[in-house]
């Protein structure tokens, strides 16, 4: 079988990607021809790893209204985001899907409404190329559509060309890739203090259970994570619950996001 027009422009598009490694106007050349074969409406380049995400490119903003939240998530919010708690279990070159990643009442939670739908709208796709065990360089598009089977298979298509693409632009990134990265913020510790109850510490399971609570796992998803059973998973819950002087998860929440601000 010969190849067709759509094959021969895909492979000119490619060849004038390639050319544009070097140069700055790589990220925009990479992202409109993704475009012309999947629609998406926002883009952003990270760098994941144990400390806070480093920032390497993201799309222009329209609507300057988004920026704020974009740096509260780097602040400490991305500590919620699916996509970055699968990159920590999970170092490995993959085209992801929220719903592949998504716990069970993401929807539900604090984090979806007051930032999630806000930012991205309503579906994100990830393109992670890992580094090594702790850092996965991703590309991730967001739309305020839902993506369909066809386009999650066209771009599960070409991810291997993606994903090289990638890897080889950071030999050009190289100034970033030198820069060390803002350490992880320490809500846990704070986050601790935030309660009324004097002397009543979080203990490590605990805190553990709190961000997979704040991240939308359901009380099944928690205890396959962490190997206990429901009913742990429930006492812990209320633990937390006890020590904090609290009665919801939007309190929980509020006191992640005042963590941020310590």
């Known amino acids: 079988m010969g190849l067709t027009l759509q094959d021969i422009a895909w492979h000119q598009s490619v060849a004038k990607l390639i050319e544009d490694l070097s140069k700055p106007r790589f ?3 990479l992202t409109r021809l993704l475009k012309q074969y999947v629609p998406f409406d926002s883009w952003v380049v990270l760098l994941f ?3 806070q995400p480093q920032l390497f490119a993201i799309c222009p903003e329209a609507d300057g209204g988004r920026v704020p939240l974009f740096q509260e998530y780097l602040k400490g919010v991305y500590q ?3 996509f970055f708690m699968a990159s920590r279990e999970s170092s490995r070159d993959a085209l992801l899907r929220l719903s592949d990643v998504a716990p069970e009442h993401f929807e539900k939670t604090d984090y979806y ?6 930012s991205v709208v309503a579906d994100e796709l990830q393109f992670n190329v890992s580094l090594d065990s702790e850092r996965v360089f991703c590309l991730s598009l967001g739309s305020r559509q839902i993506f369909t089977p066809l386009q999650i298979a066209t771009l599960n298509l070409i991810q291997p060309w993606v994903t090289a693409l990638l890897r080889q632009r950071l030999m050009f990134e190289q100034e970033l890739m030198n820069k060390a990265p803002s350490p992880a913020p320490v809500w846990q510790q704070q986050l601790e203090g935030a309660g009324q109850k004097v002397g009543l510490k979080l203990t490590v399971r605990e805190l553990e259970v709190a961000q997979l609570m704040l991240s939308g796992c359901s009380s099944k998803e928690m205890a396959s994570k962490l190997s206990i059973s429901v009913e742990t998973v429930r006492v812990h819950r209320k633990h937390i ?4 002087d609290i009665r919801s998860q939007s309190e ?11």
Request: hydrophobic share 40%; charged share 20%.
């Open 49 to 51: 790893s144990n400390a």
């Open 252 to 262: 929980l929440f509020s006191l992640f996001l005042k963590a941020q601000e310590g």
């Open 80 to 82: 919620l985001d699916p």
């Open 241 to 244: 619950y006890n020590k904090l």
């Open 27 to 29: 990220w925009t050349s």
């Open 113 to 118: 409404q007051r930032y999630f739908r806000l």
